[in-house]
């Protein structure tokens, strides 16, 4: 059984393991999930998936990643994380991506919820933020159900392919608001 780092009514965050990185891989190469992520045009190979767990496992003071575990059937559905986790300043940049087969059941704006406990309460950080793209309707959801209000644009940042230059969101969370 993975060990379960916070429980959710739906999912749950969950170790990752080695195991889990074929499905890890073969979602990451999905292009409906690379649409609007930073680099949608970047195609991993297996070992680029292993080496990107090993650079997060060796770098867990920077960077954080947990399973989105589905709590009936304990299946992996999808990750989310912390990264440039700044103890000084208590803030870090959370990013999230769940299966295709998945979306649409709330589980993403859950595991944001686990996630913002896990940062404020167990990590004492003080401050989320999350770099958005302007067409990711999804994506912006989440945040804003989880309390994220938007900080500012940059304007025309970012391409997305088949849509163009579009404005990247930033969006921030203080724990004390
Ligand atoms: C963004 C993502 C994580 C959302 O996951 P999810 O589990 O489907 O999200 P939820 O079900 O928790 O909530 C989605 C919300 O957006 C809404 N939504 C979904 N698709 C939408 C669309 N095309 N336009 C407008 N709203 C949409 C849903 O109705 C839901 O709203 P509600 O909570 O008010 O009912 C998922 O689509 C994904 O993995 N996308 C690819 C990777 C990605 O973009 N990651 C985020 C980078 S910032």
């Known amino acids: 059984m993975r060990p379960v780092i916070l429980r959710g009514k739906a999912v749950s965050l969950g ?14 190469n999905d292009r409906s999930i690379q649409l609007f992520l ?64 998945h979306w649409g059941q709330g ?10 406990t896990y940062a404020f309460d167990w990590m004492n950080l003080r401050k989320l933020y999350a770099n958005v793209y302007e067409p990711n309707e999804a994506s912006i959801r989440v945040l804003e159900a989880n309390g994220f209000r938007l900080a500012g644009r940059f304007r025309r940042h970012h391409h997305v392919p088949g849509t163009g230059y579009v404005d990247m969101l930033v969006y921030e969370l203080l724990r004390d608001e």
């Open 15 to 28: 170790v990752l393991t080695r195991d889990d990185l074929r499905r890890l891989w073969e979602w990451y």
């Open 38 to 101: 930073q680099r949608p045009w970047e195609v991993l190979t297996y070992e680029d998936e292993v080496e990107w767990y090993e650079r997060v496992r060796r770098n867990s003071e920077r960077e954080r990643v947990f399973g989105i575990i589905e709590n009936p059937t304990q299946d992996l559905v999808g990750v989310i994380g912390l990264s440039k986790i700044d103890p000084w300043d208590g803030h870090a940049e959370v990013g999230y991506y769940l299966s295709k087969e």
């Open 107 to 116: 589980y993403a704006r859950e595991a944001l919820s686990l996630i913002i």
